[in-house]
């Protein structure tokens, strides 16, 4: 019974180890691209120039500089006679003949002419086109016109269907059958995508909805970008207040200057010096700092940058120093404070406690407990105990995806873990992120992948 126990477990560890391997792993003979499998037997033949890792059941492979489409079973489902591809979205792909943009679905066939000079599908029921400098709409399943091509820029705005049109110079709404949905023609509107938009009329600003209606109207001289936990800042006469999504004015005019909120306070200024208010308006730390922040990451773990007498240190939310104001510079980044001091930086944690005794030459991007930090222009990782995970031994560290680093030295890059184990020595001309692979290039020619997955590497010599 033991034995035919341990005969399941081993079985089942077996099977479970099997599923778990990639089926098609791109491998490379004589300079052309195919499959194999997790034993090096070839499942699709060495026949592309360059392939990519399949996307659900699609993978892209190029002939001569060429893309087009292959299943699992090495089935052709689309040409490699498109100069460009973009990966199966929901059943859809966008390519690209000769500059020119159209759509095909999983069996290949075009739904949409590559006749567009610029293309933006949506499944929503139609997409923006261009085409002559023009642009306009279609049906995103006949390709059939929706909206003529008569207007100079189009943008969708909501989820609703309101799309952004520009014609002559002025812009207006349109619903998505290409009826202006208010009769306004707006001088400026901020791109955003969000339930209230802020527009400029006439010199003056104000907000409309995702439906296209103008809810607060063109009377300010100018209103925050966005609203922040339900409220906006809004400026007339050289004096700030805030408005709700009414239109609503909850903090009077009174104030020189403003951010918008962040961790329920607001930024206001009287008097050239800055401080901040709550929701209702209440006065929580005093107007008595030359500069605060004006970015939401300076608020987080209750630590704010502020400004006094020429130097920067972080205060609560209640108005506690932190870190007194004695600092060149300060930021506040991921669970980092990061403080330059006579063009030194030193790291503390976001009660103010220095982590490390060492003072660095450059600090860079922080990710997950750890901190890029740089002396004498070589580069490495420290974590929140001020530990040196990865030695300073990189020229540059650039790019990170799925759990590995691009690393650079002598003008070669490689691979590295986040524990600083080496997946590509610094050797290679050039790496880049391809959805769920890195794609690895010497003298202009791709000669190998790693698996963001399973951090394998396939090349030659696999």
């Known amino acids: 019974m033991k034995h ?49 890792f399949f996307s659900g059941n699609f993978a892209k492979v190029s002939i001569n500089g060429k893309y087009g489409f292959i299943n699992k079973a090495g089935e052709q489902i689309a040409p490699c006679i498109y100069n460009n591809v973009w990966n199966f979205r929901n059943g859809f792909s966008q390519v690209m003949i000769r500059s020119k943009w159209g759509v095909i679905d999983s069996t290949g066939q075009e739904i949409i002419p590559c006749i567009y000079d610029y293309l933006r599908f949506s499944l929503s029921g139609f997409s923006i086109v261009g085409i002559n400098k023009k642009e306009g709409t279609i049906n995103s399943k006949t390709g059939e016109q929706i909206i003529p091509f008569i207007y100079d820029m189009m943008k969708r705005m909501s989820y609703d269907g309101l799309i952004l049109a520009k014609t002559n110079g002025k812009y207006i709404f349109l619903d998505k059958t290409g009826n202006q949905v208010n009769p306004h023609k707006y001088d400026y509107v901020e791109w955003m995508y969000e339930y209230l938009i802020p527009v400029k009329r006439d010199n003056k600003w104000g907000y409309v909805n995702s439906k296209g209606k103008e809810i607060i109207p063109c009377i300010h001289d100018y209103v925050g970008e966005s609203f922040s936990e339900g409220l906006a800042m809004v400026e007339l006469n050289g004096k700030y207040g805030v408005v709700d999504t009414t239109g609503k004015l909850i903090i009077p005019l009174i104030y020189d200057g403003m951010y918008d909120f962040s961790e329920g306070l607001e930024g206001v200024k009287i008097n050239e010096k800055w401080g901040f208010i709550d929701k209702t308006g209440k006065q929580v730390i005093p107007c008595i700092y030359d500069e605060i922040c004006d970015d939401v990451t300076c608020i987080l773990n209750d630590a704010i940058r502020v400004k006094f007498n020429g130097k920067c240190g972080f205060i609560d939310k209640t108005g506690k120093q932190i870190v007194p104001c004695i600092y060149d510079e300060v930021y506040n980044q991921n669970g980092f404070l990061y403080l330059k001091l006579n063009e030194k930086w030193i790291l503390a944690d976001t009660t103010g406690q220095q982590i490390s005794s060492l003072m660095y030459d450059d600090v860079g991007y922080s990710y997950d407990g750890f901190v890029i930090v740089g002396m004498n222009e070589k580069y490495g990782f420290i974590n929140k105990a001020g530990e040196q995970i990865i030695p300073m031994t990189y020229d540059s560290i650039g790019q990170f995806r799925g759990g590995l680093w691009v690393v650079e030295i002598n003008k070669k890059y490689g691979l590295i873990d986040e524990t600083g184990k080496q997946i590509l020595s610094c050797s290679y001309d050039k790496i880049e992120f391809e959805d769920k692979m890195c794609k690895v290039s010497n003298r202009g020619r791709c000669i190998g992948y790693v698996s963001l997955f399973t951090k394998r590497v396939y090349f030659d010599d696999y």
């Not at 035919?4 to 077996?14: G, M």
């Not at 180890?17 to 490379?28: D, N, R």
């Open 4 to 52: 035919f126990l341990l005969f399941c477990i081993c079985f089942f560890v077996l099977n479970l180890l099997h599923a778990q391997s990639p089926e098609f792993i791109p491998y490379q003979s004589n300079y052309l691209w195919g499959y194999c499998d997790s034993l090096k037997n070839i499942v699709i033949p060495c026949k592309y120039t360059e392939v990519s």
